[in-house]
């Protein structure tokens, strides 16, 4: 990590902003989408920041997403609305649900919105960040857009790891030739599969044994099947098919604190609990007890004051895309 | 199991409802507290049933629950109520938060109930369950009533397993004087605590490492904090006081799924998921994938028709408690 070069929040936006431009993006649909590629790089969600440029530029050369889609509310109630993202990308389609979501909350004391017809949007935490701006809790859930769990008990691969499940750490141990912890894969007999390399030939666990596999099952249902979003064996791997709809399911919950009562008197209750989550005694060789999203709200401060890091072969392939899109490199 | 006596739901349900009713709870409530915790009973769920009826019944007897409480909504909007139980009992408090949520999904399409000064309520799948005679899908979340979870990385039992977390197993394994897996619990240094007799020297670890943490904290945040409810050290562990109004915390959420499109399709939609899932190759060994909830509809049916098992030693304790209240026995 320490060799890597280091770029500012604003030239990672702005490059990908140019990029999406040149594809054929209205500006200001540009302008959102790279707004929270870069902020997902920023918050050290690096899988889903600037690395997805290469894939999303060729789904779109594919005819794979829709430049101009018209992204629309199909159902509405007071509280509920459910989105039709006509294939137009997920930022955008999870922002608009992110807005609505917050009116409806701010009338209704809760709103729900999902999307149909989305596609890959990011981390899950910049569109439940969106909440903060109104003084809202906000809860998202997604079905993945690859499916790595079989149900408990079974061989076929139906179910995505959804928020919720370990992933994406397989490949790093395979990198740095370790093996994996019992309880990460198995292999088709069931037995723990340790060696990394052998991936393709297991699958993963869910966290808490069948107990995560209901848990992403339930997510599932809520943010795909409700929607009429693809699940189980419609998802389409959007890593092996760059051209298919996706026709990718989230839902985007705002609960409006105010609505149980006094707010300030809320956040105090929140910080009592913080304070005494921090304070707690500490497990021999710990430092500090972190709270959900605190590491990325430090990640957020230190790359703002010293860029963004990014891997060299990264760099080389931004560079190779913006070749190929004969825009101004990063 | 094979020769525990079996009991007939109503046997059960009647047995509950004398109890109350001679503890001094007006008829109409014992008649719905009897029929939730015989129902938990009848769906597997033993350690939510009939076995609470002994402590219930202490609670009570030392004044530490409300047996004529003014369950009040005291928060409210369109999608939303915040019930005060008035330390009513949970089941009580649950059924009528139940009743409005299910009213207020039918208008807005979602609906959030939470819970402050509730008491324990049973298993959670009762009330999500409640949805269904609504057509609506249910989502239930409860502060527990005893912490047993330190945060990621502490010492402090601050947090409850909630309902998504590894629980309850360890007595039975202590029964059997057999060891724990590792993964279940660790010492007060981290490391993997296998003897179950040794239980009180170590914690619990949630599902999933720290992303089982992060859930419970989560389930905890929206089920107590959100509502006024007792949460981390507020917490009273109703094992070892049955004296303190425990001021518990749930929340009940609806989703009317006509609020998303056609209801049948919905329903199609999610019998093709259950057929692909029910379908699925099976890992060597596994002749049966299970959905959620199947095991308890099949303990249902089985229960139904057969009656429904209980310790000898329990129906022991159910016979002193009735020679101490003075009730007919079970």
């Not at 292999?187 to 107990?211: H, S, T």
């Amino acid at each position: 990590m320490n060799n890597q070069p280091l770029f500012a929040f604003p030239r990672l936006r702005d490059f990908i902003h140019r990029a999406f431009v040149k594809l054929g993006m209205p500006n200001h649909d540009a302008a959102t989408v790279a707004h929270l590629m870069a902020s997902a790089d920023l918050q050290g969600s690096d899988g889903h920041g600037i690395i997805r440029l290469p894939p999303y530029s060729r789904r779109i050369l594919n005819k794979g997403m829709n430049l101009t889609p018209n992204i629309r509310a199909i159902e509405e109630r007071a509280a509920t609305a459910l989105l039709d993202g006509d294939n137009g990308m997920g930022h955008l389609v999870m922002s608009k649900a992110a807005e609505i979501a917050a009116a409806k909350a701010k009338n209704c004391g809760i709103a729900w919105v999902g999307s149909r017809y989305s596609n890959h949007a990011g981390p899950a935490s910049l569109y439940a960040r969106m909440a903060l701006e109104h003084n809202m809790i906000g809860l998202y859930f997604a079905v993945g857009n690859a499916n790595h769990l079989p149900p408990w008990g079974g061989l076929d691969m139906l179910l995505s790891t959804n928020p919720i499940a370990v992933a994406g750490k397989v490949k790093a141990k395979a990198q740095r030739n370790e093996m994996m912890p019992e309880g990460w894969m198995i292999d088709r007999q069931g037995k723990p599969l340790l060696d990394p390399k052998k991936a393709d030939e297991g699958f993963l666990l869910p966290i808490g044994g069948y107990k995560g596999y209901g848990l992403s099952l339930i997510v599932g249902l809520l943010a795909g099947t409700l929607n009429g979003a693809a699940m189980g064996k419609a998802v389409i791997d959007f890593n092996h098919d760059e051209k298919s709809t996706t026709n990718t399911g989230q839902a985007i919950a705002m609960i409006d604190p105010a609505a149980f009562g006094d707010i300030d008197q809320f956040k105090q209750r929140v910080d009592t609990l913080v304070g005494e989550i921090r304070g707690s005694e500490k497990m021999p060789g710990v430092d500090r007890i972190w709270l959900p999203g605190e590491q990325s709200e430090a990640k957020r401060a230190k790359y703002t004051e010293q860029g963004i890091p990014l891997p060299e072969k990264l760099v080389q392939t931004l560079a190779d895309l913006a070749t190929q899109l004969n825009i101004e490199p990063l």
